[in-house]
């Protein structure tokens, strides 16, 4: 029953939808009516702005994070061993991507994975974050990024043969793929949106 409980607090705390609230309560704006319509972070850097788009990334980040610890808090085990966590990170991702608060729709689980990350390997999280801010600087494309990104460390862990990790990011990457499908119709294009820097926003410029 204890495992059972967790689980699902785990999913609770991955549905609660950051940017929703966020806009609502301190912006009086659904963002889910503007720009993308997602409600992740950065449809909520584009409709928001950055302050408030940094506060939902990092809620999305935290969320993640808490929900792979809470086997580690609650002493819970399963057949995993240590990649229990791993099940409860993905709980939460589950809960991020259809939440039962937004009607079973949710956002494109890049900061929850990335917060799952960070509480079952920090080492591979610092490699993943670098990874991500170079390529969004060198794309211009948080979309493009993110999918590159989760590519490599589907990679990375496939060569530091963790084979739970492995599995996991290459289902995660293609749910990744999947859930951009449109950026990538935009992206081939050359129509998607560009964060306002980088190497890529300067060579569409000129």
Do not use: C
Request: no cysteine; net charge positive.
């Amino acid at each position: 029953m204890k495992l059972i409980g967790l689980l699902i607090l785990a999913y609770l705390l991955g549905a609660i939808p950051n940017g929703v609230w966020v806009g609502k309560t301190f912006f009086h704006t659904d963002i889910r009516q503007s720009g993308s319509g997602n409600i992740g972070t950065t449809n909520t850097y584009r409709v928001l702005g950055p302050y408030a788009g940094t506060i939902v990334m990092v809620l999305d980040i935290a969320k993640g994070t808490v929900a792979t610890l809470l086997p580690t808090w609650g002493h819970v085990t399963t057949i995993l061993g240590t990649a229990t966590p791993l099940l409860f990170g993905l709980m939460a991702i589950l809960g991020h991507t259809f939440s039962v608060f937004d009607r079973f729709k949710g956002g494109k689980a890049v900061a929850t994975s990335a917060g799952m990350l960070l509480a079952y390997n920090p080492i591979m999280f610092v490699i993943a974050a670098g990874l991500w801010v170079s390529l969004i600087y060198w794309t211009s494309m948080v979309s493009l990024a993110s999918m590159i990104a989760f590519s490599l460390i589907t990679l990375i862990s496939l060569a530091f043969q963790d084979w739970y990790l492995t599995g996991i990011a290459l289902v995660l990457t293609v749910f990744v793929f999947y859930r951009h499908r449109a950026n990538i119709a935009r992206i081939k294009a050359g129509t998607e949106s560009m964060v306002p820097f980088g190497h890529g926003y300067h060579k569409r410029a000129h």
